[in-house]
Structure formats: C-alpha cells, structure tokens
C-alpha cells in the first residue's frame, strides 16, 4: 500500500504520521521527491483502514498495491487447489459437473433426476432444501426432509452431495452433505462464513448479487482464515440494467478469478441467465473459458417445477449439454 502526502506536509507532520503507521506494525518506506512524498507501507496491509489514512489532512491518495486477501491468493500458493467432494475431485484440471433441481420436491423427484443426472456424467447432485426466495410466500424447501432425500439420492446413486445453508443453527443437519453451498444473498454473512471456516466441509460460496470479485474473494478469505481451504467460487451472473436475462452473465470472472486466486472456479448459467434456452450456449462457453466446473438446474418436469422451472433443462437437454462440455474440454485442453 501507498500513500501520497500532500505538498506542504511538513517533516514533523510526515513522522507523526511514520509513527502511527509503524504502531500499527508496518514498516514505513520513504520516498522523498522534488514535490512529493511516498509512503511505502510494507507488512501486513490488510487491517489498514483505507479510508481512515486517506482521509488525513496530510494525506493526498492511498493505493493497495497488493491485494487484500491472502490465503486464497495465488501469489502465496501458485499451484491450482484441488477440493475433494465425496468421491469427486475438483479443480487442477479435475472438472465439476454439478447437476440437479433447483429444489428437493419429492423422493420420486430428486431419485429420477439424480439417477438420470448421473448417468450423463454429473458427479456431483444438487438440490435445495432450504430456500432463500425473494418472496416470502413461494415455496421455502422442504427443509430438514429436503436434505434427508437428498441424502437418499446419494446413497442410490452415489454422487456426493451439495446443498445450500442460510442459517448456522441447521449446521448439525448438514453431517451427510458433501459440500455446503452459501448462496448469494449470504456470500457476505461474515458470521455464516467465519462459522463455516471452523468446518473442514467443502463450501460452495457463490458470488454475491452485486458484488465485486475481490469482494468475493474477501468472502472467501473469511472461510479460510478459520482453517477451512475448501472452497469452490461460483460465478452466478450480477444484477446489471438488463432485464432480458434474470441477471448477467460475468464470464470474464473465470479467467480474472483464476489469475487471482488457486481456488476452483465454476459457473451457474441456470441462475445467470434465468433461461433454459440460454443455459446450454452460456455453459459451453464457460467451458472454453477454462471456468473448473458448472453447476446446472435439471428437472424432470421443468413445467411443473416449485422453484425455477424456466431456468431447469431435462434430463435429455442436460445429457445433450453434458457431451457438448466434454467435446469442449477435449478441444482447449
Ligand atoms: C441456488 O443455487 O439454488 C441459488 C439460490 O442460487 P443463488 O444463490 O446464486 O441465487
Ligand atoms: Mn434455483
């Protein structure tokens, strides 16, 4: 980090400002131009408060020049992570293909569609039993019984498992689940994230609404600085002024996260795009992009679906997408 005094600031103002910085335990770098003074902050710049230095009568600019989040960035860790879900491993060239309903409706339900995601190459199952939704009269999951077919569909197929939390009190209800997802509306619940570090459960943290990647991966480095490096980052599209698709698609997301940090990075084009006529065009290019996986809505009746029909693809349009995924891996590899 550094800041630039203001022009006039005098010697003894500049070491009464030294001396604060270095009771914060920073070293202090002085770069003494014609005009000009620059401080050089080096340490741990991470607990400096930006807004607080640059806002001193001395102080003209601040700038990070290194990022704020540490363990999840590839500058302290070069090589890919790879998170081990169940019987799945994801990222370092290890594909996600995580597919499944939006919501657990019934056992009939999530065995059919497991089973036929399954059988079109998905190894990993989805499906929300508790749902964040903007209403608070559609339908909220099935809760507690959602997560219990869940844990069903896996044991009769075998794929791990991926369900999203929104409240730490449900924790215990997770101990089958292979991976908790934290969904948008919570990507900065930093309690929900500090509690979820203290378990060793792969997370799937999906970028928030309107948030900023580095905002994301400041998310991230709340799980991480409790001692849990399992992470996927999803890319879910932002709330931009468009209004033809549900939200935005940031596919440039994949390739900044990636140079950014060594986490796994996948994309949902269900809940980017809103469509499912949009779904299989947004996942494949998300494939060439190199993104580690996707995650993607499947039904087997999207008509009749009590959460995000118009976003679900059958089972027959998943199978299609499935191999036209794998042919695109093939061809950037
Ligand atoms: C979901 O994946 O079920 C979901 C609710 O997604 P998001 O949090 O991205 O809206
Ligand atoms: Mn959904």
Not at 82 to 103: D, L, T, Y
Not at 106 to 133: C, D, H, M, Y
Not at 229 to 258: H, K, M, P, W, Y
Request: glycine share 8%.
């Amino acid at each position: 980090m550094i800041a630039v005094l203001k022009q006039g600031t005098t010697e003894a103002q500049t070491q009464h400002l030294i001396e604060w910085l270095k009771n914060q335990q920073l070293d202090v770098h002085i770069s003494q131009g014609k005009e000009v003074t620059i401080l050089g902050l080096i340490g741990d710049t991470s607990r400096v408060d930006m807004e607080l230095l640059g806002s001193l009568d001395i102080v003209e600019t601040v700038k990070r020049v290194s990022e704020p989040f540490k363990q999840a960035n590839r500058k302290f860790h070069p090589l890919d992570s790879i998170v081990r879900v169940g019987n799945a491993e994801i990222g370092g060239g290890n594909f996600a293909m995580i597919a499944g309903p939006c919501s657990v409706e019934s056992e009939e339900q999530i065995i059919e569609v497991a089973t036929a995601v399954k059988s079109a190459g998905a190894n990993v199952l989805r499906g929300g039993a508790f749902k964040p939704r903007t209403s608070p009269y559609a339908f909220q999951g099935m809760k507690d019984a959602g997560i219990e077919l869940l844990v069903k569909a896996k044991y009769a197929t075998g794929l791990p498992i991926v369900t999203e939390i929104m409240n730490i009190s449900t924790l215990d209800l997770f101990a089958d689940v292979d991976m908790i997802q934290v969904g948008a509306r919570n990507m900065q619940n930093f309690d929900l994230l500090k509690e979820l570090g203290k378990t060793k459960k792969p997370i799937l943290l999906k970028r928030g609404l309107a948030n900023t990647l580095q905002e994301l991966l400041m998310s991230a480095e709340y799980i991480m600085s409790e001692g849990n490096e399992n992470i996927l980052l999803c890319e879910r599209g932002i709330r931009t002024f468009e209004t033809v698709t549900r939200n935005t698609l940031d596919l440039s997301a994949v390739t900044v996260l990636q140079e950014l940090s060594h986490l796994p990075v996948i994309v949902d084009p269900s809940h980017a795009t809103g469509k499912a006529r949009l779904v299989p065009p947004m996942a494949l290019a998300a494939a060439a992009a190199g993104a580690d996986g996707l995650m993607i809505e499947v039904h087997n009746n999207p008509s009749c679906a009590l959460c995000d029909g118009a976003q679900s693809l059958t089972p027959v349009q998943f199978a299609e997408l499935s191999q036209k995924v794998q042919q695109i891996r093939e061809v950037i590899q």
